[in-house]
């Protein structure tokens, strides 16, 4: 089978990403050469007409799409999986759908809220402010963005709305990113990785970031620097550690993840991430197709803890893959 590995054109800003992207080209490139398949690598920008040049040249059986943003905005990212789609090429993991509900974190909450599902409060700059008196405490995130991108320590907060307005203005203008506030729960931090099997979603064993070595004056968050900065204090002192076999979360987050996969008809691979609280309640906050393949990310420890070899996961990712688009051309005769 010929496979394209399709991944994000990298700009300057993304210099410390570079690294991270090799790795995750590397390892697949290495499963695609074990499982026995010719791959091409194409770098992806907004040149749509030059992408579909390569792909009509190379005519790719699949796209193995490793796509998380396009110049550095994350909600560019289903630009191509849009002109994949239209072209008929099958391509891995998450579905053009499943990106356009999940990538926009606030309307992601909204799709869960009116669904019934946990997860944390929200307040958004320009909104109605009705409670002038509760104070809470907060945390700022970019809207779009994934990857803890802009996310330092002091976007945590403790206010009531005005003050929560007023920060997301000096944030906005820090990062020149639309942000919105979240309702910062206190608690561990879990995520649960998916992946499509031959005979359907298989959830994995979740892992958790160790915050045991922060100082009580941190938040414990996984701030910019824990997630990249791979010589910074930050980064070595929240390791992923394995969810013990005996901890009460784990039916609960294996339920709650298989539902919010029927939800967004998450497919192909991604992850779950989520706050539990002190009674025990898990809190949504992100849902992430495609999640980051590296050696180091939490997916690949998850999919070791299943005993499920990287050769193996990238093989059913690819069958998934081609029996979808198969699935999508029957539909269309």
Known sequence: MKVVICYNSLTEDDVINIVDVRQQINSVSEALRNLGHEKVEIPCSLDL???????????????FNLVDA??????????????????GIPYTGASLECLMLSS???????????????????????????????KAKWILKNTWDH???????????????IDVDLALQKRIKRTSRKSFAEGYIEGREVS?????SPTGIKILPPTEVDYSQFLRSKPAILNYDSKWIRNSLEYNIT????VTHDDPILE????????????????????????????????ILEINGNACLSPDAGFQAELQLAGLPFDTA????????????????????
């Not at 990857?147 to 709305?161: E, K």
């Not at 390791?239 to 394995?242: E, M, R, S, V, W």
Request: charged share 25%.
């Open 192 to 196: 649960v990785g998916v992946i499509s």
């Open 70 to 87: 396009l110049y550095s905005h994350d909600q560019l990212l289903t630009v191509p999986v849009a002109l994949w789609d239209a072209l």
């Open 239 to 242: 390791p992923i550690k394995a």
């Open 104 to 134: 926009n974190k606030v309307l992601a909450k909204q799709f869960m809220l009116d669904n019934n599902f946990p997860t944390p409060e929200w307040h958004e700059l320009g909104e109605k402010i009705l409670d002038l008196e509760t």
């Open 147 to 161: 990857g803890s991108r802009n996310l330092v320590d002091s976007d945590v907060i403790y206010g009531d709305l």
């Open 252 to 283: 609960k987050v294996a339920v709650l993840t298989a539902c919010v996969c029927d939800l967004f008809k998450l497919d192909g691979w991604g992850r779950i991430d989520y706050r539990i609280d002190e009674t025990g309640q898990p809190w």
């Open 314 to 333: 990238i093989n059913w990712i690819l069958g998934h893959a081609i029996n979808r688009g198969r699935n999508a051309k029957s539909q269309q005769n």
């Open 49 to 63: 007409m030059a992408m579909k040049m390569l792909l009509d040249f190379y005519k790719p059986d699949c796209i």
